[in-house]
């Protein structure tokens, strides 16, 4: 879904030609300026973070067994719950109207992003005592950088 919302502009500024956001715009003093701000690929960042969920599993399960497997598949866990819940919580508000509530969301949403990680390591830590803390935390390591790494690379 593309958020939408327009600028009325006074009858004393004229735009010839100016860009906003990446798109050529052209209008007269009387006509509604519209900017498209879509929505991240929020499917495709998920969808991403498994696969190299898996990847990150079956390495260690190949390398070390299958106690490291089940630690880098909770360390994996401990990430993507919580970033799925961020993405959730903090794009569901778009447009100029929704301008507060939409820097509220995304400091409650970071805030409890950093609440459920934390959660996520003392359950991991407190249950399960043969727990791989290499394997947990490279994976967890791994997965931080794809976040961070991949739209970077998906950016045109």
């Known amino acids: ?3 939408v919302f327009t600028i009325q502009l006074p009858r004393f500024f004229i735009v010839r ?3 906003v956001l990446g798109h050529c715009i052209r209008c007269s003093p009387n006509k509604y300026l519209e ?3 879509k929505k991240p690929p929020l499917i495709q960042y998920f969808g991403i973070q498994c696969l190299v969920m898996a990847i990150s599993v079956v390495s260690f399960y190949l390398i070390s067994g299958e106690n490291s497997a089940l630690s880098a598949f909770i360390g994996s866990v401990v990430f993507i719950i919580p970033q799925q ?3 959730f919580k903090s794009f569901r508000y778009m447009g100029a109207r929704a301008a507060a509530k939409t820097v509220q969301s995304f400091y409650s949403a970071e805030s409890s ?3 459920l990680i934390a959660m996520g390591f003392a359950l991991a830590f407190s249950f399960y005592k043969e727990v791989d803390v290499f394997a947990l935390m490279t994976t967890f390591i791994v997965l931080v950088l794809t ?3 991949y739209p970077l690379l998906t950016a045109k």
């Open 1 to 3: 879904m593309v958020g």
């Open 113 to 115: 992003k950093l609440l």
């Open 35 to 37: 900017l498209k701000i």
């Open 147 to 149: 976040n961070g790494i």
């Open 85 to 87: 819940y961020f993405a």
């Open 17 to 19: 030609k100016r860009t």
